[in-house]
């Protein structure tokens, strides 16, 4: 069976018990926690309808379906390119067509990069084609590419140690994967230390715990005052290939080719839709997923289904009638993949009324069954949170755990927003990004489609 998880039921109500800044507006702190924590209760059957209506209802089935017709259509929707303004559109659209309230797009300047024909390939010890793909806003090689020796180094502190050897090689970091927090800063340093000791280009492993050959790209950054090289990533099987043959003493040459372009900045936009509030409609329970994806896949995962399940927990409020007290508001992020761009101008657009925004929270961290509620708050707000997550008993879905983040919410979430973000089954082999709140999950069990959000 496929079901939606849902959202969460008193939805606003609840949101400014947790510890955002607004929650002494209205003297809500005042209330005893059994107070608070009968009130809660008080929502079990409000909770039970969203559940029926997400699991066994009319919208059992409809995030996924929502998305595939997306993904399908549209593809790939890289920063900058008409793809992803495409895209915008179609949602922009689609949530008008819903009947949500405010919808409307937001301006802002993204990057535009564009990846060109590429490849790596072995010249010594034997001829062998490297399976690559050059990293976001890396620069081209030369025409006739670069060729040149390996160096092979497991860490930076290797690099360090090795720096006299790397002059005009190729770096291949075949660092371990640790988890993705640690082991991403080879992907977005990577060049820039490599470069440091006059290497002509790096070669990253990419970033994951498992491989069935196949690259993984995303964002590196240069840094000012430092060369700028060439980057990409390659495959487990031949990071550890070429450590092994580094390690025997043999001499590795390698081959790279890339005809990337970087354009000027580009139009875009952030798209926003809300249920406004019944009594505090200025404060804001923020629910978010990032429209934008890399070029070489379709973004189902990453991020089509954090921007789906996010839409569908106002569509489940919409569809019951219910009209929660706090405005309920969907942003679907453009540019996050390099770096969180629309959600920054997002954020200094919007940071003049931090206080009025209850939680944050973004989901993309995959879209796996969920097993609990990634927060971060108070050890009071996390209290309140366990009984709102107790609400979910009849999916055993209860946990809350620690440590929520997230790359567009962030900004929220340092300048004292609360953050909450799901914890899902397969989350230990992926990214974990978290928000703040109390909000909570989506998602299709059976297909493994959505089911996590992420609040701060």
């Given at each position: 069976m496929e079901f939606l998880i849902f959202t969460y039921f008193g939805v606003v109500h609840l949101l400014s018990l947790c510890s955002g800044k607004s929650i002494y507006k209205n003297g809500i702190s005042k209330r005893t926690f059994q107070e608070i924590k009968e009130e809660i209760a008080s929502y079990g059957d409000i909770a039970k309808a969203i559940i029926n209506l997400a699991v066994y209802g009319k919208a059992q089935n409809r995030s996924y379906e929502r998305l595939a017709l997306l993904v399908d259509t549209v593809g790939p929707r890289l920063s900058g390119?008409?793809?992803?303004?495409?895209?915008?559109?179609?949602?922009?659209?689609n949530l008008q067509r819903d009947g949500l309230e405010n919808v409307h797009l937001e301006p802002v300047r993204i990057p535009h990069w564009e990846r060109g024909e590429e490849s790596a390939v072995m010249l010594e010890p034997r001829t062998h084609k490297i399976a690559m793909l050059g990293l976001g806003s890396s620069i081209r090689t030369p025409p006739e590419g670069i060729t040149a020796e390996v160096l092979v180094v497991t860490s930076?502190?290797?690099?360090?140690?090795?720096?006299?050897?790397?002059?005009?090689?190729?770096?291949?970091?075949?660092?371990?994967?640790?988890?993705?927090?640690?082991?991403?800063?080879?992907?977005?340093?990577?060049?820039?230390?490599?470069?440091?000791?006059?290497?002509?280009?790096?070669?990253?492993?990419?970033?994951?715990s498992f491989s069935i050959y196949s690259p993984h790209t995303g964002i590196q950054e240069y840094q000012d005052g430092v060369p700028k090289i060439p980057t990409a990533c390659i495959t487990v099987e031949d990071a550890e290939m070429m450590s092994r043959m580094a390690a025997r003493g043999i001499k590795i040459v390698i081959q790279l080719k890339m005809v990337e372009k970087t354009y000027p900045d580009a139009d875009s936009f952030n798209t926003v839709a809300e249920i406004t509030g019944s009594k505090y409609p200025e404060q804001?329970?923020?629910?978010?997923?990032?429209?934008?994806?890399?070029?070489?896949?379709?973004?189902?995962?990453?991020?089509?289904?954090?921007?789906?399940?996010?839409?569908?927990?106002?569509?489940?409020?919409?569809?019951?009638?219910?009209?929660?007290?706090?405005?309920?508001?969907?942003?679907?992020?453009?540019?996050?993949?390099?770096?969180?761009?629309?959600?920054?101008?997002?954020?200094?657009?919007?940071?003049?009324?931090?206080?009025?925004?209850?939680?944050?929270?973004?989901?993309?961290?995959?879209?796996?069954?969920?097993?609990?509620?990634?927060?971060?708050?108070?050890?009071?707000?996390?209290?309140?949170?366990?009984?709102?997550?107790?609400?979910?008993?009849?999916?055993?879905?209860?946990?809350?755990?620690?440590?929520?983040?997230?790359?567009?919410?962030?900004?929220?979430?340092q300048a004292g927003v609360p953050d909450t973000g799901e914890e899902t089954s397969n989350q230990a082999k992926m990214k974990t990004m978290s928000t703040s709140g109390d909000y909570i999950l989506l998602g299709d069990v059976d297909t493994q489609q959505v089911i996590y959000k992420r609040v701060s």
């Open positions: 390119s008409k793809n992803l303004e495409k895209a915008i559109q179609i949602m922009y659209q930076f502190d290797e690099l360090q140690r090795r720096a006299s050897e790397a002059r005009g090689k190729i770096v291949v970091y075949n660092q371990p994967y640790v988890n993705y927090s640690k082991t991403v800063q080879y992907r977005t340093q990577g060049a820039v230390e490599a470069a440091k000791v006059g290497a002509l280009a790096s070669l990253i492993r990419s970033v994951a804001v329970v923020l629910v978010s997923g990032h429209l934008d994806s890399w070029d070489v896949g379709q973004g189902a995962m990453d991020d089509g289904g954090g921007v789906f399940i996010s839409w569908e927990a106002l569509s489940l409020i919409k569809d019951l009638g219910l009209r929660p007290k706090r405005t309920l508001r969907l942003v679907l992020w453009t540019a996050e993949e390099q770096g969180g761009i629309g959600a920054f101008q997002y954020y200094q657009l919007h940071k003049v009324n931090v206080s009025n925004y209850s939680l944050v929270m973004e989901s993309d961290a995959g879209t796996f069954l969920p097993t609990g509620l990634q927060f971060t708050g108070s050890e009071k707000a996390r209290a309140i949170m366990e009984e709102v997550m107790s609400l979910l008993q009849p999916l055993n879905i209860t946990q809350v755990l620690s440590h929520g983040e997230g790359t567009d919410i962030n900004f929220w979430i």
